[in-house]
């Protein structure tokens, strides 16, 4: 049974950081490109940073770029997003997603991840 578990979420001032952890279980992480989304109230979930299976191609989106790092444990099936610098407009829930069983690199956009963890809040205060 394919599996992603966020953790790491929470409320945090302007400026501040946290990571995030996705960790798969049901099939080899590694073997497949995973991403970090977002979805804020009343906006569509869009891609945050995605990183492929064996990390040598990674995306971020624009607007979280010099603030964000996705990273790869292998040994613990487990993908991190560091967030630093967070403002206000970072606050949502994030998801993290995987492209199993597509194999290969694709956009980093919902629609080419099929499956998906519960979500963790990401609260910044201003």
Known sequence: QVKLVESGGGLVQRGGSLRLSCTASGFTSESYAIG???QAPGKEREGVSCVSSRGGVVYYADSVKG?????????????YLQMNSLKPEDTAVYYCATRYPAAGWDTCTPRSYNYWGQGTQVTVSS
């Open 36 to 38: 970090w989304f977002r």
């Open 67 to 79: 603030r964000f790092t996705i990273s790869r444990d292998n040994t613990k099936n487990t993908v």
